[in-house]
């Protein structure tokens, strides 16, 4: 569940930055040969703000781009790659309880074996000592 989310936050993350590319691309001014020679100097304040909003708005494209990459890529990776551990893990555990299950019922097992030999024994020796007081 979670690698697919981000699986889809990525695609959704890749759509948003081409969509600010193809505004950016849309409202880049055209430049013309005399805008060209045109020194940056003498760009008005207004016309400066602009091309640096613009600037500014391509960076944020790149960087969602780059957010979408980790979200498709190397989050939905390593959340496969954690969850393979915790089954790893969770087998290895599922195996020790096993093995301890059967060595607590291998135990108990003896435990009631010797019980029923002391209980012979103790019962052998309350009828030879019953024997002993009649004689």
Same mark, same amino acid.
């Given at each position: 569940?979670?690698?697919?989310?981000?699986?889809?936050?990525?695609?959704?993350?890749?759509?948003?930055?081409?969509?600010?590319?193809?505004?950016?691309?849309?409202? %880049?001014?055209?430049?013309?040969?005399?805008?060209?020679?045109?020194?940056?100097?003498?760009?008005?304040?207004?016309?400066?703000?602009?091309?640096?909003?613009?600037?500014?708005?391509?960076? %944020?494209?790149?960087?969602?781009?780059?957010?979408?990459?980790?979200?498709?890529?190397?989050?939905?990776?390593?959340?496969?790659?954690?969850?393979?551990?915790?089954?790893?893990?969770?087998? &290895?555990? *599922?195996?020790?309880?096993?093995?301890?299950?059967?060595?607590?019922?291998?135990?108990?097992?003896?435990?009631?074996? *010797?019980? *029923?030999?002391? %209980?012979?024994?103790?019962?052998?020796? &309350?009828?030879?000592?019953? &024997?002993?007081c009649k004689s």
């Open positions: 569940i979670y690698g697919k989310f981000m699986k889809e936050r990525g695609e959704i993350e890749k759509e948003y930055s081409k969509s600010l590319k193809r505004l950016v691309q849309g409202y %880049q001014p055209k430049e013309s040969k005399k805008d060209k020679d045109k020194n940056l100097d003498e760009e008005s304040t207004q016309d400066r703000s602009f091309r640096l909003l613009l600037k500014e708005t391509i960076y %944020q494209a790149n960087q969602h781009e780059h957010l979408s990459e980790v979200f498709a890529k190397e989050i939905p990776n390593s959340l496969q790659n954690k969850a393979r551990e915790f089954k790893e893990s969770t087998n &290895g555990l *599922v195996r020790d309880k096993k093995k301890f299950e059967e060595e607590k019922n291998k135990s108990d097992r003896n435990l009631e074996k *010797v019980k *029923v030999k002391y %209980q012979r024994s103790f019962f052998r020796l &309350g009828a030879s000592s019953n &024997g002993l």
